[in-house]
């Protein structure tokens, strides 16, 4: 009677009462069924964070409770800006529920000023000093036994400040043995992001060093002590270069809150931050909503596929700066999604209803138009899913190696592409190894086993508008028959003893499990690296992936080898679909270094490649002459450019420099 619905799975049945579910996902039902006839109340939680769909939701619901007077709407948050709210709805009556906090003393502990982060040589601010955190571990010591329980949380802002106290917090792990360190980040690989839900020994705290992903999005059991570093990085957007920048910012005066009341779930907890009172008081009330610092095409996109007529007038609780939304129905109409008139296109009523990018949607489109539907649905499913390379603050020079025969010398995409393919033999052949296989190049597993369910998403989206063929259910034998019943029999089996018995066991963590969590891997044997496994040792998400998928089908379509003329109408049409977003290169790169090389965009100059690029890190395939790649004569290539490639990439982020993300080269023409 209560279940769930994310984005590849669903516990929903036509019994259920109660169901959890994503706003997004919400507003896919909203597009199907305007009025939501399935729902008598509808409870929207975390209103504060002000997510873009969720300030979207909310508009949506206000145009839509008039038609519903029978539907309640339930707006939930610990930390809202009641007035706000209350009056977007129509002065709404609020309820406010005391919470069960239990006491919190905050320290305020300001970092000396020349302790503060400074700026070095080429304006990039200098590695974070560990010291002021040191300090509170030093003081958490001092003053508290250790048989008394209590972890500590430490919010900073990012990867890189995670990096640098977690190499001296380490240190000072060993030298005491009362401390196991855990970094806490998305691009974690799973298994060491659920270690910091794991128990410590007796006589020995948690560490946890984490980002804002555990201000409310995480809730970690065991926590007494909060350490505040007061920032955040946050992306915003650039709709004159289409940029996105990942900046640092102080927080609002409600996510420090947020922070704070971390401390108090389970027992008087003291939160220590590392600014001044009078920098609290100086903090904006509230954090600013998404909806005002990001890309905005595919939300015009969807509400013009909903109906809701004009984005200019849509009753937004807090409306996006108009620069934006120009920025982004003029992106919409030069991709073809919108007309003159600024109506949905047919190819633009198709793009709405896939949960991608629009040039990721163009490009399926066109692959399933140029028969080449295969591997651009792999190659689309890759880009719209996390990174699978693994970061850490030591990279391997292993991983590295063993990936290198994966790297396309045409580009991150087809490197993707590559890696997906093998990863799919690998499970196809011996499905028990894929987790060594993926730890042994640097990948995280997980990121691929999204990427399958999304590309099936695609593929059965697709197939409803059909742009591509039914699968062809080919008879086979009975006996091939009833042994594929039995095998997903057993698979049923397994899934139903891990989901009665197992779910997910707390461990008990060693000591070293702090020592070495750096490197994204995880071990096969002891800490965290059974995560996932149930019955014998039986990897979970392997059955999941084999119950959900046709592995047979799966295993057929990557293992077929592009020719060298697909290969080239393949990169054609990703860059007809990311298109205008091509770089030049500097035409000083020759005599630049490897790690220098610098392009121009036709709204940004002086970008560079992404580290994690295959450019990046085998530049020289940018300075080769292109072969012929439709297997011809010389004259094939007439007219191509010897003297440099274009780069088609899907996005420019801007971090401590302006980097071209997910590039694909193409020669230029004379």
């Not at 919010?155 to 190499?167: K, N, Q, R, Y």
Request: contains cysteine; neutral net charge.
């Amino acid at each position: 009677q209560v279940g769930y619905q994310i984005r590849f799975e669903s516990t929903r049945s036509p019994a259920t009462k109660i169901v959890f579910l994503t706003e997004g996902l919400l507003l896919r039902q909203v597009q199907r069924e305007p009025t939501l006839p399935g729902y008598q109340v509808l409870i929207a939680d975390e209103v504060h964070e002000r997510h873009l769909h969720s300030d979207f939701l909310l508009g949506v619901l206000r145009r839509l409770l008039p038609a519903r007077p029978d539907l309640k709407l339930v707006l939930m948050s610990a930390t809202i800006n009641i007035r706000l709210f209350s009056r977007y709805f129509g002065d709404v009556p609020v309820l406010q529920v005391p919470g069960r906090i239990f006491p919190i003393t905050v320290i305020y502990q300001p970092i000396p000023k020349e302790e503060a982060s400074t700026v070095g040589k080429a304006g990039k601010p200098e590695r974070l000093d560990p010291l002021p955190y040191l300090r509170v571990l030093q003081a958490i010591d001092h003053k508290y036994p250790p048989e008394e329980r209590g972890d500590l949380l430490v919010f900073l802002s990012g990867v890189a400040e995670i990096g640098a106290v977690l190499e001296a917090a380490q240190a000072y792990a060993a030298q005491t043995q009362r401390w196991i360190v855990l970094p806490l980040h998305s691009t974690l690989s799973v298994a060491e992001q659920d270690k910091v839900f794991d128990v410590p020994p007796p006589g020995v705290r948690k560490c946890i060093l984490s980002t804002n992903i555990a201000e409310t999005s995480v809730t970690i059991d065991g926590v007494r002590f909060v350490l505040d570093s007061g920032k955040v990085k946050e992306m915003s957007y650039d709709p004159q270069g289409k940029l996105q920048r990942l900046q640092e910012f102080w927080i609002s005066r409600a996510s420090a809150e947020q922070r704070k009341g971390r401390a108090g779930r389970t027992g008087p907890g003291v939160c220590y931050r590392l600014y001044a009172e009078s920098d609290y008081d100086a903090f904006s009330p509230y954090p600013v909503p998404e909806i005002q610092r990001v890309a905005l095409d595919s939300l015009v996109l969807q509400l013009k596929s909903m109906g809701l007529g004009d984005p200019r007038t849509f009753p937004f609780l807090e409306p996006p700066p108009s620069s934006s939304l120009e920025t982004a129905v003029r992106y919409l109409r030069d991709q073809g999604a919108l007309d003159d008139a600024e109506e949905l296109t047919p190819i633009g009523n198709l793009l709405a209803q896939l949960p991608v990018d629009v040039v990721v949607g163009k490009m399926l489109v066109l692959g399933a138009l140029f028969g080449l539907a295969e591997p651009t649905l792999t190659v689309a499913a890759t880009l719209s899913v996390q990174s699978p390379f693994l970061r850490s603050s030591q990279p391997n020079p292993d991983c590295a190696t063993a990936r290198r025969p994966l790297e396309s010398p045409h580009g991150d995409p087809l490197t993707l592409l590559n890696i997906f393919n093998e990863w799919v033999q690998v499970k196809s052949e011996r499905s028990g190894s894929s987790r060594k296989w993926c730890r042994r190049r640097g990948l995280e597993e997980h990121r691929l086993y999204e990427a399958a369910n999304l590309r099936r998403q695609f593929q059965e989206l697709l197939r409803d508008h059909r742009l591509l063929e039914e699968a062809s259910n080919q008879t086979s034998d009975s006996y091939s028959r009833q042994s594929r019943h039995r095998e997903r029999r057993e698979l049923h089996r397994l899934w139903r003893s891990h989901t009665e018995t197992e779910g997910r066991k707390r461990k008990v963590l060693r000591l070293q499990d702090g020592a070495d969590n750096s490197s994204g891997e995880d071990n096969d044997g002891g800490g965290g690296g059974n995560h996932g496994k149930g019955e014998r040792g039986i990897d979970i998400q392997d059955v999941k992936f084999k119950l959900r998928h046709n592995v047979e089908e799966l295993q057929a379509v990557s293992s077929s080898s592009l020719s060298s003329s697909r290969l080239a109408v393949l990169k054609l049409l990703l860059c007809r679909g990311l298109y205008p977003q091509l770089a030049v290169p500097d035409h000083l790169n020759t005599g630049r270094k490897d790690s220098d090389q610098i392009f121009h965009t036709k709204t940004k100059q002086g970008v560079v490649l992404h580290p994690t690029s295959v450019f990046a890190t085998s530049p020289q395939l940018l300075h080769a002459k292109e072969g012929p790649e439709r297997g011809g004569s010389k004259d094939s290539v007439e007219g191509l450019s010897c003297h440099h490639q274009l780069l088609a990439f899907v996005s420019l982020l801007e971090t401590n420099k302006p980097y071209l993300v997910n590039c694909v080269r193409v020669p230029a023409l004379q």
